[in-house]
């Protein structure tokens, strides 16, 4: 079983920064995928960006140029480092980690961007 813990929402105003973490603790597999979702109220659960244990990365068009997306593989931690932050990425963000077949959920954090 893998555990995944979010942190780093909060309250930020627009063209602001915040840096959001996702720890896994566990059962942990070194050739992995995390990805960071997010979903705004009555909105579908969208993928944000993606990582894998090589390195590979994937953005959604709508973050592009404003998200990166790191990881720590001695922390067993994936960050979301998010500049240029507009309403509309106000959403509830969520870790997960895809090893051996199986996906596993942190249970979100919010990020509010609002003046």
């Known amino acids: 079983q893998v555990q995944l813990v979010e942190s780093g929402g909060g309250l930020v105003q627009p063209g602001g920064s915040l840096r959001l973490s996702c720890a896994a603790s566990g059962s942990i597999f070194s050739s992995y995928a995390m990805g960071w979702y997010r979903q705004a109220p009555g909105k579908q659960r969208e993928l944000v960006a993606s990582?894998?244990?090589?390195?590979?990365?994937n953005y959604a068009d709508s973050v592009k140029g404003r998200f990166t997306i790191s990881s720590d593989n001695a922390k067993n931690t994936v960050y979301l480092q998010m500049t240029s932050l507009k309403p509309e990425d106000t959403a509830v963000y969520y870790c997960?980690?895809?090893?051996?077949?199986?996906?596993?959920w942190g249970r979100g954090t919010q990020v509010t961007v609002s003046s």
């Open positions: 990582i894998t244990s090589g390195g590979t990365t």
């Open positions: 997960r980690r895809t090893q051996l077949g199986k996906m596993y």
